[in-house]
């Protein structure tokens, strides 16, 4: 008479035991990696803030006044149409400001700050920085202006003709490319300060 084979309890529960516990230790492994993602997500999250606080921060008009001034007035020319008088006064103000911007190394002090922002901003914020700098080294070439709406690119165009003043009845005091520098730096620095508020107003929802 043939031996009908039966299934062993002890051997189904010692795989069983197995099978669960590699399924526990797999659920571990990925809730672990999870939380650990989460808080370097979170930590990079508080940088991000807090880069972005200190940054705007520090272009205070009390704590750097050259370059408060240098952005504000290039936005009076980025906003709004002037008459000859008025731009008079803002040509003097730019004689000002492009000679206390060289002498007191506001280049450098800007470049430090932008770059804490590289590290922890977005990918937005860091091409901002990217051309602001190059504007203010005088090399607007290197930017490639098309990616931003159409009055920076408008008004990079205008201001990019030597003849652009012409005329008009105004004693220019700098030359084109420091006020070119002056207004760009101006208008990219309002985009960027827009494109921080708005991350961080995305934060606090």
Not at 12 to 25: E, G, H, N, P, Y
Not at 57 to 86: C, H, R, W
Not at 110 to 137: P, R, W
Request: aromatic residues 12%; glycine residues 2%; hydrophobic residues 40%.
């Amino acid at each position: 008479m043939a031996r009908t084979s039966t299934a062993n309890p002890y051997l189904f529960a010692v795989i069983t035991a197995i099978f669960s516990a590699m399924l526990t230790l797999l659920g571990n492994y990925y809730a672990a990696k999870w939380q650990v993602n989460n808080s370097i997500s979170e930590r990079q999250f508080e940088h991000r803030v807090s880069a972005y606080n200190s940054f705007v921060e520090s272009i205070a008009s009390e704590k750097s006044p050259v370059l408060s001034q240098m952005f504000n007035l290039g936005n009076v020319l980025y906003y709004s149409n002037q008459t000859d008088i008025e731009l008079q006064v803002i040509e003097n103000q730019f004689e000002i400001l492009v000679n206390n911007y060289y002498k007191s190394g506001q280049f450098w002090k800007l470049n430090s700050q932008f770059s804490v922002l590289t590290v922890h901003g977005s990918s937005t914020v860091k091409m901002y920085c990217e051309d602001i700098t190059a504007v203010l080294m005088m090399r607007d070439d290197l930017v490639d202006w098309k990616k931003y709406n159409n009055k920076i690119q408008a008004l990079h165009e205008t201001f990019t003709q030597d003849n652009k003043n012409e005329d008009t009845y105004i004693d220019l005091k700098v030359n084109q490319k420091e006020r070119l520098m002056m207004i760009m730096s101006s208008a990219l620095y309002s985009a960027m300060i827009e494109q921080i508020s708005l991350e961080l107003q995305e934060t606090e929802s």
